[in-house]
């Protein structure tokens, strides 16, 4: 009796511990609740009866599972659900007769957990195996059925309330083969050593799956502009050379056909100085995109080597200014029909146009000297090969840069 | 991260931009019959200037490295453009008001002085310097480097706190 007490003791805190965790069953769904919560608080007791002497309550609770469920079996009929309840609350050594029955019921949890068993009692555990031969046969084939049952509702639930109740959590999170990933909108199990592989598999096709990266882009856009730099070279300096024999040829021998020269050319003059400075403006920024003149250090080691773009860039810059700074002649050359005598005093001709036949001349000359520079080296640009080492030479560049101050 | 299509666009705008910048330079002088094409033009030509400058300010601020706070390492490659950009849009803008100004009443006059001239060398070579530093910076904002996470923008940023 002293062991009964003491079983029945020990039974009450395990009834309190489910009621403890009531949030717990809420993750179900609002229909199964009810039930998970009963069957809960059965495998609870079970479980608690099992591994503590207070199996009373664990046997009431399997047999009330193994009368609601199977109205077929013979056996647990014999007792009506009030006389359990009554029982429940008293705790009455009539209950160990019941409960003995439970291990044969739940053959599967009871040998779960039968390690633990054998700590308790010596003479409740032989009480058991005397009855459990004895009813074995009839329950196995009444609670078969449960098995499954159980399996389904307490087999998530309850444990994890067990540990975190009343031990520390030990190895819960046990290395599983299998993951879960979801795919298609599905989840579905993969094997975590696979899981490398496909993520690898992905990265391999984000980087293919690209046909052209944005550093394509910029490239493809780099060399097209440089296929039209190179044609405003050659057609630049075509042009500029031309622009010059035709003044010489109209200005006449020692430029004394100067008159002659404005008649003709005067409507020529302002489209001709738009057209320099829009080709000069394309080579230019040819120019300086082949020697990469924003970085200072690479333009001035090629201007220091004579580099063919460096000089290049040289000639079309000062090409430029000359052309830029006949602005206000040209359109004195364009208003000449329409020009009184303070645009164009008589005489002054020669001193006008003078030294704007010669400027035309050195661009000319600049223009077509550059255009040779750069068609010795036409392939030559450092500003390509920037871009193409923007991933690999950027790195150690930057270092070394911020090292120096340092 | 930067898509190919959104960077292509981007940067087919701003080299539209660009062109029709430089075609405005190159033949404003010949479409001043009347002052008010030239007015037009000028308008348009100064508002593309803007929006290439807000344009790329944007794609500045869309890049990784600008989002994690290393302002630093962008000013440092683009500072030449800002301030040129700065610079070609307040010099263009001066020039446009000074000719139109000039040339309103009466198009078809002779209206350079050795200043206005002087002034309008500055914006022309002003206006290819921005040319060649702005077509470089929209196809080095092309880098992807400037879109991720990357060693080299660890690095960078360890060495901005120090």
């Excluded at chain 2, 009443?105 to 914006?123: A, E, H, K, P, Y």
Aim: with cysteine; hydrophobic share 40%.
């Amino acid at each position: 009796m002293d062991l009964e007490t003491s079983k029945s003791t020990r039974a009450r805190p395990s009834r309190r511990g489910p009621r403890a965790l009531p949030p717990m069953p809420s993750q179900d769904t609002g229909d199964e609740m009810p039930l998970a919560k009963t069957k809960k608080k059965k495998y609870k007791k079970e479980a608690d009866g099992v591994e503590e002497p207070g199996m009373e309550m664990g046997g009431v609770g399997s047999r009330r599972q193994s009368e609601s469920r199977e109205p077929l079996t013979p056996e647990p009929q014999d007792i009506p659900p009030q006389k359990k309840k009554k029982k429940k609350k008293l705790q009455t050594p009539e209950l160990g007769a019941y409960q003995e029955e439970d291990p044969a019921g739940q053959p599967e949890l009871v040998n779960g957990d039968g390690g633990e068993q054998h700590t308790d009692g010596e003479e409740v555990t032989r009480k058991t195996k005397k009855k459990k031969k004895s009813k074995t046969p009839e329950m196995h084939y009444a609670n078969e059925l449960s098995v499954e049952d159980d399996d389904i509702v307490t087999d998530v639930q309850p444990p994890i309330p067990q540990h975190s109740l009343f031990s520390a959590p030990l190895g819960h999170s046990q290395p599983v083969g299998k993951v879960f990933v979801e795919r298609n909108k599905r989840f579905q199990a993969a094997d975590r050593l696979d899981l490398g592989k496909p993520s690898d598999q992905v990265d391999d096709f984000m980087e293919v799956k690209p046909l052209w990266s944005t550093r394509d882009v910029a490239m493809r856009v780099h060399s097209g502009f440089r296929v039209i730099g190179l044609f405003s070279h050659g057609f630049l300096a075509g042009y500029a050379v031309w622009n010059i024999i035709v003044v010489y040829v109209l200005a006449g021998d020692q430029l004394s056909n100067l008159p002659n020269l404005l008649q003709q050319y005067h409507s020529l003059a302002y489209p001709a100085q738009s057209l320099l400075y829009l080709l000069l403006s394309i080579s230019t920024v040819s120019a300086f995109d082949r020697v990469n003149l924003a970085k200072a250090s690479m333009a001035l080691r090629g201007f220091l080597t004579l580099d063919p773009a460096a000089l290049a860039s040289f000639l079309y810059f000062a090409a430029l200014i000359l052309s830029l700074s006949q602005q206000m002649t040209s359109d004195r050359i364009h208003l000449y029909p329409s020009a009184n005598e303070t645009l164009w005093p008589p005489g002054s001709e020669h001193q006008i146009l003078q030294p704007w036949i010669v400027v035309n001349l050195v661009v000319a000359l600049f223009v077509g000297l550059a255009w040779v520079f750069i068609s010795t080296r036409p392939e030559m640009d450092y500003t390509e090969e920037f871009l193409m080492a923007m991933e690999v030479e950027e790195y150690p560049r930057l270092d070394d840069k911020a090292e120096i101050p340092a | 991260m930067l898509q190919t299509n959104n960077y292509s666009l981007v940067l087919l705008i701003q080299l539209a931009l660009l062109t029709y910048d430089l075609f405005v330079n190159s033949f404003s002088e010949l479409l001043r019959a009347a002052p008010v094409v030239q007015l037009v033009l000028f308008i348009i030509q100064d508002i593309a200037i803007l929006f290439n400058v807000i344009i790329i300010l944007l794609m500045l601020f869309n890049t990784y490295v600008f989002q994690v706070g290393l302002v630093s390492v962008l000013l440092e490659r683009f500072r030449a453009l800002l301030l040129l950009s700065a610079l070609y849009l307040a010099l263009s803008i001066a020039l446009h008001c000074w000719i139109l100004n000039l040339r309103w009443l009466n198009s078809n006059r002779f209206v350079w002085t050795d200043g206005l001239q002087t002034f309008f060398v500055f914006q022309r070579l002003a206006a290819v310097l921005y040319y060649y530093l702005y077509k470089r910076a929209t196809e080095y904002l092309g880098d992807p480097r400037l879109y991720e996470d990357s060693p080299w923008l660890r690095d960078a940023f360890v060495r901005a706190r120090q």
